[in-house]
């Protein structure tokens, strides 16, 4: 199969297309900012111009002159609802890849999927491979298992990214709600026995557009599965406190003591794994992508002042 298909030759000289998918989102809105920056003409779509559980909008998406490789940021992210809205969280998150994948095929454009850590149970004490098996514990973990599961079967040429509690400055995420949160509350109870890795979209988009050059680049790309996600652990209660120590240098909070819960102590409409901590060292062996710890990372993140997103009450997030 070529990769950016001849089919691109009459537009030489002009930067390589890709098609994104769920641009509006956390991950989709950073990619568009930074394609350009990485020599892509990026073509955004989203839900309603575009809905990936439609067959016939997929296959004329992926049909359109020019595109060169396709990026699914899309998906059905609300983990606790997802346990009151399955069939909606299978359309979107395996149904639509699976369109995705075989249209694609078709066309004989590479695809770029991205999925989760919640596709593991949490059993495991060392971090997750990509090797180990998945046994997802939630709706939201079983339709992204399967959406990774059409998308192999459907497509050779593909790159499948799963990562984990992602936060941006763009959408709904932990570190926004934590801020909105902070500003009203003088205490807040947040779950510390479960541990996973933070990781600011930014880093991600970063990381899929390196990919991307790679793809364009390379001819013996190595196809398949990663993970990628901020360097460390730590638990939602370590990540909350990380969150209101940065954030006090550009901002006032109501905010006095975080208080770490188990799990039972705050339950949820889904099950979330207790570990969700993964290893990255294929990506980081065969892209040479290296990893940026999660500390860091939201330093950055804070310093771009986010948005505080004012909610009642939620401590984990997809
Ligand atoms: N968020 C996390 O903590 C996390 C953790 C691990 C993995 N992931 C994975 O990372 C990827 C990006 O996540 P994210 O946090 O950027 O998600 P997000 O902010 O929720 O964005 C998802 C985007 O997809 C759109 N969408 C929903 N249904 C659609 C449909 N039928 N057709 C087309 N677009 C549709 C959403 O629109 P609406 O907002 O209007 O619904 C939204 O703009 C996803 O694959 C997700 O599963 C996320």
């Given amino acids: 199969m070529q990769r950016f298909s001849h089919k691109n030759k009459h537009l030489s000289g002009s930067d390589p297309t890709i098609l994104i998918i769920g641009s509006n989102g956390q991950l989709g809105w950073e990619l ?4 350009k920056s990485h020599g892509f003409n990026i073509i955004p779509t989203d839900i309603p111009k575009f809905d990936i559980t439609d067959p016939a909008a997929v296959k004329t998406a992926v049909n359109q002159p020019g595109l060169s490789l396709v990026i699914n940021a899309s998906a059905y992210t609300a983990v606790d609802k997802a346990e ?20 694609c095929n078709e066309a004989k454009i590479p695809l770029i999927h991205i999925s989760t850590d919640y596709v593991f149970d949490g059993t495991r004490e060392e971090p997750y491979l990509e090797t180990d098996s998945i046994s997802p514990i939630g709706i939201y973990g079983k339709s992204k298992a399967e959406g990774e599961g059409r998308v192999r079967l459907h497509l ?7 990562t984990a509690w992602l936060y941006g ?27 996973g890795c933070p990781t600011w979209a930014a880093d991600l988009a970063g990381a899929i557009l390196t990919i991307a050059g790679q793809i364009k680049e390379r001819h013996d790309i190595p196809w398949g599965t990663y993970h990628y996600c901020g360097k460390g652990k730590t638990t939602w209660h370590g990540f909350a406190e990380k969150i209101f120590e940065l954030a006090k240098q550009y901002d006032s909070f109501a905010i006095k003591k975080v208080i770490p819960v188990t799990t039972a102590e705050y339950p949820t409409p889904a099950r979330r794994p207790l570990n969700s901590v993964m290893d990255c060292s294929m990506l980081i062996n065969n892209f040479g ?13 804070l310093s771009q002042n986010p948005t505080p997103i004012n909610q009642t009450t939620t401590t984990t997030q997809a």
């Fill in 289 to 301: 992508i290296s990893l940026i710890q999660w500390q860091k990372s939201l330093a950055t993140m």
């Fill in 84 to 103: 009151s809205e399955p069939e909606t969280a299978f359309a979107v998150n395996r149904d639509g890849p699976a369109y995705l994948a075989s249209s």
């Fill in 169 to 195: 400055i763009h959408g709904n995420n932990f570190v926004k709600t934590m801020l909105g949160l902070g500003k009203e509350k003088e205490t807040l109870r947040v779950v510390a026995d479960q541990y």
């Fill in 156 to 162: 050779k040429e593909h790159i499948i990214i799963r």
């Fill in 32 to 35: 568009c900012k930074k394609g």
